[in-house]
């Protein structure tokens, strides 16, 4: 049984349909399915109105305004995915990364469960940073030095946001049981958080 349905048309408020037009006024408009679904989490947010266009605020700026370049924007997201084994999350941000630039040898890697090899200096930062933070919910003081040599402060700060923020998402995504339509490639290997987070743990 689907946990959160679409809310049908003549069933919402002003303030979801507001929500819904906005969804389809903009870039969430390639997640709508053909059945109606308004993908990823928005059928699920549209519970709660209020959080939604908060969330939705959020989500517009790493998409349109974050201080960061796409290609690590979605690496970033892409190891939040990783760590939640969120299929959906994978498939969408796999795919963007893909086109943003980041190395499909790298994305491989990271959906297999490896330590990505060959990583370049801003993507060896952002990995040693968020991966650090997830296993220790600490950042040390040589990782931080070694993010803070290819990151501007404001870039430090949109980083773990961004990854937060996507760690949130793929705990309504789970909460909701929202899965891809179909398979992507490179494919993300299920693992569980725990041990995303230890086989991830060389650095």
Do not use: K
Not at 42 to 54: C, M
Not at 160 to 172: C, E, H, T
Request: charged residues 20%.
């Amino acid at each position: 049984m689907e946990r959160f349905p679409p809310i049908p048309p003549s069933r919402r408020t002003a303030e979801q349909q507001a929500l819904c037009d906005h969804y389809q006024a903009g870039w969430r408009a390639q997640l709508r399915s053909p059945d109606g679904r308004l993908g990823g989490t928005l059928d699920t947010l549209l519970r709660s109105p209020s959080l939604a266009r908060r969330v939705s605020d959020l989500t517009d700026y790493f998409r349109n305004g974050t201080s960061l370049d796409q290609r690590i924007n979605e690496f970033a997201i892409l190891i939040a995915a990783r760590l939640h084994d969120s299929q959906y999350e994978w498939a969408v941000h796999s795919q963007w990364a893909l086109q943003a630039g980041l190395d499909r040898r790298l994305v491989t890697a990271l959906g297999e469960g490896r330590e990505p090899q060959s990583l370049q200096a801003d993507e060896r930062a952002v990995y040693a940073l968020l991966m650090e933070l997830a296993r220790t919910q600490t950042v040390g003081a040589a990782t931080f030095e070694q993010a803070r040599a290819v990151f501007s402060e404001q870039q430090l700060v949109d980083l773990v946001v961004v990854f937060g923020a996507y760690r949130m998402i793929a705990g309504l995504l789970a909460l909701a049981d929202v899965q891809p339509a179909q398979a992507v490639t490179p494919a993300l290997t299920p693992q569980g958080i725990d041990d995303a987070a230890r086989s991830h743990s060389g650095l």
